[in-house]
Nanobody
Framework: QVRLVESGGDLVQPGGSLRLFCAAS????????IGWFRQAPGKEREGVSC????????YYEDAVKGRFTISRENAKNTVYLQMNSLKPEDTAVYYC?????????????????WGQGTRVTVSS
């Protein structure tokens, strides 16, 4: 059974940093590309970042480029999202998702499995 568990969400001040974790079980990161999505209150879900299963290619939404870094540790079946220089507009529930693909996927409908989310609040 595939399971994705996010953690690391918290309340942080603007300009601060957080590291989100996505622990995967029941699948291999060698076969699944992992994406991070977020949904802010009253807004639609949006793709934030993705890392491919093959060569570790990455994708970032324009709003987070230069501030967020996605990485993976296959031995621990875990994907990370390092978030720096956080802004109030980064406030959202962050979800990780898995797509059986060798390339980055930017569309939510391409993903097969989803976690329950972890809440990030950026506020002073």
């Amino acid at each position: 059974q595939v399971r994705l568990v996010e953690s690391g969400g918290d309340l942080v001040q603007p300009g601060g940093s957080l590291r989100l974790f996505c622990a995967a079980s029941g699948l291999s990161l060698n076969e699944y590309s992992i994406g991070w999505f977020r949904q802010a209150p009253g807004k639609e879900r949006e793709g934030v970042s993705c890392i491919s299963s093959s060569d570790g290619s990455t994708y970032y939404e324009d709003a987070v480029k230069g501030r967020f870094t996605i990485s993976r540790e296959n031995a621990k079946n875990t994907v990370y999202l390092q978030m720096n220089s956080l802004k109030p507009e980064d406030t959202a529930v962050y979800y990780c998702a898995a797509a059986r693909s060798f390339v980055v996927q930017t569309i939510g409908s391409e993903y097969d499995y989803w976690g329950q989310g972890t809440r990030v609040t950026v506020s002073s």
